[in-house]
T-cell receptor, first 117, second 115 residues
Framework: DVKVTQSSRYLVKRTGEKVFLECVQD?????MFWYRQDPGLGLRLIYF???????EKGDIPEGYSVSREKKERFSLILESASTNQTSMYLC????????????????FGPGTRLTVT | GESVGLHLPTLSVQEGDNSIINCAYS??????FIWYKQESGKGPQFIID?????DKRQGQRVTVLLNKTVKHLSLQIAATQPGDSAVYFC??????????????FGKGTLLTVNP
């Protein structure tokens, strides 16, 4: 069964703290993604990675960085958490579209609800 | 620019009725579309997808229709059940270039099924 796991379901951090959100997938997917989800704004892409050590900015990368040292793991880092980063964070993974005969869907983890106080 | 939107932010139906959720997209280069369901407190779950070389695709109780002429996508749910209550998102993908990995999501429609 396809699995994307996230390290925490709920997290409370203080302003200025460094925050690490971890995501692991067991499907050997090339692509991994980090989104944040806010009411009325839908899913917004923060960063994505199409290979180990490769990353690209999404639509809202400011205040975030990422790390992909192994194919199965993609980390989102908030260097100095701020209250406007309080949100639901969703990780996803997918196969590369250049592969034939695979689904292009993104598989999502359960999400991490982060509160910054 | 790319955009994926929904005509109705909320939809309320009676149990047993059919539901139709609509989505408009503006990028004619998009060639893959997908519908997700998100229940409260959970991540989005795949429902059904369709490629641009098709007009219709059916799954279990769900059908996706694609009208490329007017750039419109719809999700039909037959015999809607209380367990179908959720937020539904459409998403599009454009092959080629630097964005072939990315899905662009609509903002979602909340479906409420009344018993």
């Amino acid at each position: 069964d396809v699995k994307v796991t996230q390290s925490s379901r709920y997290l409370v951090k203080r302003t200025g703290e460094k925050v690490f959100l971890e995501c692991v997938q067991d499907m050997d997917h090339e692509n991994m993604f980090w989104y944040r989800q806010d009411p009325g704004l839908g899913l917004r892409l923060i960063y994505f990675s199409y290979d180990v050590k490769m990353k690209e900015k999404g639509d809202i990368p400011e205040g975030y960085s990422v790390s992909r040292e192994k194919k199965e793991r993609f980390s989102l880092i908030l260097e100095s958490a701020s209250t406007n980063q309080t949100s639901m964070y969703l990780c996803a993974s997918s196969f590369d579209r250049k592969l034939a005969g695979v689904s292009y869907e993104q598989y999502f983890g359960p999400g991490t609800r982060l509160t910054v106080t | 620019g790319e955009s994926v939107g929904l005509h109705l932010p909320t939809l309320s139906v009676q149990e047993g009725d059919n539901s139709i959720i609509n989505c408009a997209y503006s990028n004619s280069a998009s060639d893959y579309f997908i519908w997700y369901k998100q229940e409260s407190g959970k991540g989005p779950q795949f429902i059904i997808d369709i490629r641009s070389n098709m007009d219709k695709r059916q799954g279990q109780r769900v059908t996706v229709l694609l009208n490329k002429t007017v750039k419109h996508l719809s999700l039909q749910i037959a015999a809607t059940q209380p367990g179908d209550s959720a937020v539904y998102f459409c998403a599009e993908n454009r092959n080629g270039g630097g964005s072939n990995y990315k899905l662009t999501f609509g903002k979602g429609t909340l479906l409420t099924v009344n018993p």
